[in-house]
Every structure is written in C-alpha cells, then in structure tokens.
C-alpha cells in the first residue's frame, strides 16, 4: 500500500497566516506515527516568487517524508530553482521526477511565466512521455493547473489549456494510478483521460463554490476556511482512494 500526502498552494508570503498554516501541516504530517511514500506540493510555493519566500518555503517543507514541490503560476522559475532546488537559476520547465521503493512520482511545470493560465510547453510532454515509457512502477502524474473545469468560475478560466496531447498522453496508461493538480484552492476529486483527477485544497486559503457565494475573485477567497489535505492510497490491488483532513 501507497500512501501520499498532498497539500497545495502555501502561498507563502500572501498573508501573515501563510507560514503559520504551511507549519501546522507539515507539523501534522511529521507526527504522524509511520513514514508517508511521499508528500507532494502541487504549486503556488511562494506568493510573489521571491527569494526569501523559497527561503521560509525550504525550511517549512523539510520533513522525514520525501517531499517534491512543483512551481506554480505564482512562482518565479529561476528563484525557485536557485533558492528550493539550489541549482542553476535557468527559466526552463522545472520538471522533477521522485522515485521511491514503490512508486514514481513525476510532477511538471505547467506555468507560463507572468501569466496565471497554465500550460505543458513541447518540452515537458517530451519529458512526461519519457518518464512514462520508462516506468517499471506506478507512476503519479502532478502539475499546478486542473486540465479540466472545476466548476470554480474565476479559477476555471486559468486552468490548463491545450490539453490534448496530455490527454493522449495519459489515456490508457495502466501505471498512472491518478493524476494531481492545485491551483484551485479546493479540495475536489472528478476524472481527466480516464483517470482520478485529485485537485489539492488551498493551505493558504480556500476558494468558495457559486452555491456558496462564490462567483468571482472579489468574493469567493476565504481566509478564514481551515487548511485541508489529501492522503491518496494506492492499495495491493491497484485501487485509489483519497481521504480529506482538515488541519486546524
Ligand atoms: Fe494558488
Ligand atoms: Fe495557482
């Protein structure tokens, strides 16, 4: 069995609250009494992409688990790269692969610097592919934006475009148990290519449904909402399922 912990959207930097409520669930998570496979970070790390934002960011999401952090459409690839990964600060994709005992985790860079749509430029798609064929264990595919509508009006127009070739991509894919993405700051499970499409809730903040009020950027960011988790398990039979937790 696979267990993976999946939180997106730390923010870190948009409020005062951003650090503490990054801490409470890496807190969480580094108390719990067994090891996780891995914990995954689905994008939006630091708020305004600065240097010291990686610098809080790095400290907060050290833990005894594996963890990999992908970039998303608030983040500033070079920074991140230099400051998170301490590597060259290129403004190429950051694509990153994890491997461990069990499974692999492949998380792509699907934002397009300055803008806040997503996209999986040539480059990473060539890459995914890669990672894909050559896979002797389930492989999670991760990046920051939902390919598809999540019913979340102000997010739904940033989502990730031109997703046809992803789709081709991952259709049919036997070893890829599920796919994960942010970006909407809602926890929120539905399928792309036929596969679990598992959308992480916001740590910083939670955007609220159009039954809840939330219509619009001006009215639908809660601050107030508690963060909420996945735990993705991949049983010995090849079977998803997510628990949601909510981290006071
Ligand atoms: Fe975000
Ligand atoms: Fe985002």
Known sequence: MIVIAHLSDIHIGATPESVPRAA????????????????????DIADHGA????ETAGKLLSSRHPV??????HDVRAEFRRVLLGGEPSGEPINQVLRTDRAIYAMCDSSIPGEDAGHLEEETLDWLEGV?????????????HPP???HTPPVDGIRLHETGRLEALLTGRAN??????????VAAATTFAGL????GGG????????????????NCVDYDLPPVIAFHVLDDEGRMTTHYRVIP
Do not use: C, K, Q
Not at 51 to 54: G, L, S, V
Not at 204 to 210: A, E, G, K, R, Y
């Open 24 to 43: 409470a669930v890496m807190r969480y998570l580094d108390a719990l009494p067994g090891d996780l496979d891995a914990v995954l970070v689905t994008g």
């Open 51 to 54: 240097a010291e934002e990686y």
């Open 68 to 73: 990999l952090a992908g970039p998303g459409n």
């Open 132 to 144: 894909l064929d050559g896979a002797d264990l389930p492989v999670f595919v991760a990046f920051h």
């Open 148 to 150: 598809v509508t999540l």
């Open 176 to 185: 890829v148990p599920a796919v994960l993405a942010g970006h909407a700051h």
């Open 196 to 199: 679990p499409l598992l959308v």
């Open 203 to 218: 740590v910083v903040s939670t955007i609220t449904l159009p039954w809840e009020g939330g219509t619009s950027f001006g």
